[in-house]
């Protein structure tokens, strides 16, 4: 029965994890000689990748002139002339 409970506790422990820390457990797990082995022998659902931080997260990465951010004024008002002509 114990094998049942610490079963259940694990799923919900791991239901509670973000993802960084759920890589961060699987590396923990193919990192351990008996564990890697039962690791290695699931299907992989989707590659691993990086996971980005801070306000590259929310917004994703931005696609623009190198100096952007130091120029961005300019950058939004060329566009501005782009789109709505010279009255912007």
């Known amino acids: 029965m114990t094998a049942a409970y610490d079963y259940e506790d694990m799923h919900h422990l791991v239901d509670r994890l973000t993802p960084p820390q759920v890589r961060r457990l699987r590396l923990l797990v193919t990192q351990d000689a008996e564990l890697a082995q039962v690791?290695?022998?699931?299907?992989?659902?989707?590659?691993?990748e990086a996971a980005p931080e801070g306000l590259a997260a929310l917004i994703g990465s931005v696609d623009g002139p190198t100096d952007m951010a130091d120029r961005h004024d300019d950058h939004i008002r060329e566009r501005m002339r782009e789109r709505f002509g010279d009255q912007a």
Request: charged content about 10%; proline content about 20%.
């Open 39 to 48: 690791a290695e022998s699931l299907p992989i659902t989707h590659p691993a």
